[in-house]
């Protein structure tokens, strides 16, 4: 495994033809304008910022390349998913494939401790979070195990998670 800085992330990404990721936290401080402007209301920023992601898919899939992804999230959603799931739709609308997996399904899966993304079935990714949810490092694996590792543990998610437009979030705790 190997550090990599964020422009080799970039690169990798944008020369992968199927890209799969599994992201596992509830809220990410790199969108922290994001959120603001969601507690503002302000969503002429957010559908901005929303569109330059929308763009950058449709522009993967005019490629020819994939883009598969899932969401762990805690219910209810953290106010960081609900604009997420809100605005996510533009980018699905474009070609994203996205699903939603609740946490309370995940318990008895392997999943890896961080996010990941798997390139082209060879590599894996992980995007390692400090405590204040900020990325801390980047790591680059390509031992034939972690990928394997990965890719099963996506594809189990991606069997129990819903599609982006067929997701609707419980919106109580369970808890008495």
Same mark, same amino acid.
């Given at each position: 495994?190997?550090?990599? *800085?964020?422009?080799?992330? =970039?690169?990798? @990404?944008?020369?992968?033809? &199927? $890209?799969?990721? %599994?992201?596992? /936290?509830?809220?990410?401080?790199?969108?922290?304008?994001?959120?603001?402007?969601?507690?503002?209301?302000?969503?002429?920023?957010l559908e901005a910022s929303y569109g330059g992601w929308r763009d950058a898919v449709?522009?993967?899939?005019?490629?020819?390349?994939?883009?598969?992804?899932?969401?762990?999230?805690?219910?209810?959603?953290?106010?960081?998913?609900?604009? *997420?799931?809100?605005?996510? =739709?533009?980018? @699905?609308?474009?070609?994203? &494939? $996205?699903?939603? %997996?609740?946490? /309370?399904?995940?318990?008895?899966?392997?999943?890896?401790?961080?996010d990941c993304f798997v390139l082209d079935g060879r590599m894996a990714m992980f995007?390692?979070?400090?405590?204040?949810?900020?990325?801390?490092?980047?790591?680059?694996d390509t031992e034939p195990e972690a990928v394997k590792f990965c890719l099963e543990?996506?594809?189990?998610?991606?069997?129990?998670?819903?599609?982006?437009?067929?997701?609707?979030?419980?919106?109580?705790?369970?808890?008495?």
């Amino acid at each position: 495994m190997e550090s990599i *800085s964020v422009q080799r992330r =970039g690169e990798l @990404v944008n020369q992968t033809y &199927d $890209l799969l990721k %599994l992201e596992l /936290r509830d809220s990410y401080k790199v969108d922290e304008e994001d959120l603001a402007a969601w507690r503002a209301r302000d969503y002429a920023t957010l559908e901005a910022s929303y569109g330059g992601w929308r763009d950058a898919v449709a522009t993967r899939l005019a490629q020819g390349k994939t883009l598969r992804r899932v969401r762990v999230v805690s219910e209810p959603l953290s106010e960081y998913q609900q604009m *997420s799931l809100r605005f996510s =739709g533009s980018a @699905v609308d474009a070609g994203e &494939d $996205l699903r939603w %997996l609740p946490r /309370r399904l995940v318990s008895a899966i392997a999943l890896p401790g961080n996010d990941c993304f798997v390139l082209d079935g060879r590599m894996a990714m992980f995007n390692i979070l400090d405590g204040d949810n900020d990325r801390s490092e980047i790591q680059l694996d390509t031992e034939p195990e972690a990928v394997k590792f990965c890719l099963e543990a996506f594809e189990t998610a991606w069997s129990l998670a819903v599609p982006h437009h067929e997701y609707r979030p419980q919106e109580t705790s369970r808890l008495p």
